[in-house]
């Protein structure tokens, strides 16, 4: 036997192996474009994933619309758990075209993006109600509206862009995450920032601030400030 037959075998495999990883990917094809719409209603609560781009709008009607890669959305699973709209991959894979998502609705109370999702929420006019928006995954949102109370909590590397008002805001961020809120002002705000992360709002009676692990806040207005900082962090007016 040839002494470079023992090469021969393991060289087989990686070839095999790079064949069976060449099938699984997505068809680097040009975009098949087609669009879809969904009939779920009843719902006022969002969880999405996978790096769409979305589109939130207040209206008093529900609908769906979703535009990109006819591959893209064969394999969209769209389905209500209990009062929140879940919209997600069913496959894994690595997607070369964008996934467009316009959804509009009456009231919106909670919504989870993650997965290098790009959000705009905008339209809503809800002095009485809160929001909770949970940001993961280098996502970045836009959000233009008006509620009693915000929640934000942002992970890895997202970023949240807030315009409008309300009364409080109360929000997290972590993982080198920006929230930039000078132009949402409120009355008072609880900013709590970590991990390189960076913080900017605008209150006119209280703050609350703790900043860790070269973090900063920024604020604007003239509110009583209660600062807690370490690590090389800052709390400081704008």
């Known amino acids: 036997m040839s002494k470079y037959a023992h090469l021969c075998v393991p060289a087989l495999i990686l070839a095999l192996a790079g064949i069976i990883s060449s099938c699984e990917r997505e068809d680097p094809g040009p975009l098949q474009e ?21 589109t939130v709008e207040e209206s008093s009607i529900y609908s769906i619309h979703v535009r990109g890669d006819r591959r893209n959305l064969d ?24 996934t467009y998502i316009d959804i509009t609705m009456p009231k919106l109370r909670a919504a989870n993006f993650s997965g290098a999702s790009v959000p705009i929420i905008k339209g809503f006019n809800e002095p009485e109600d809160a929001l909770d928006l949970f940001l993961s995954g280098a996502t970045r949102a836009q959000l233009d509206a008006t509620y009693n109370s915000v929640k934000a909590v942002l992970s890895g590397a997202s970023e949240l862009i807030m315009t409008g008002d309300g009364d409080a805001l109360d929000t997290e961020l972590s993982g080198a995450s920006i929230l930039k809120a000078f132009n949402f002002p409120v009355r008072t705000a609880n900013v709590n920032v970590t991990g390189a992360s960076s913080g900017q709002v605008r209150v006119s009676e209280e703050l609350n601030a703790v900043a860790s692990g070269s973090s900063s806040i920024l604020y604007r207005g003239e509110p009583e400030v209660n600062a807690d900082t370490s690590g090389n962090s800052s709390v400081e007016k704008d």
């Open 75 to 98: 394999d969209l699973d769209v389905h209500k758990s209990g009062s929140t709209l879940v919209i997600r991959f069913d496959k894994d894979g690595n997607r070369k075209h964008d």
């Open 34 to 54: 087609t669009d879809r719409d969904y009939n779920e209603t009843d719902f006022d609560r969002l969880e999405m994933g996978n790096a769409f781009r979305v």
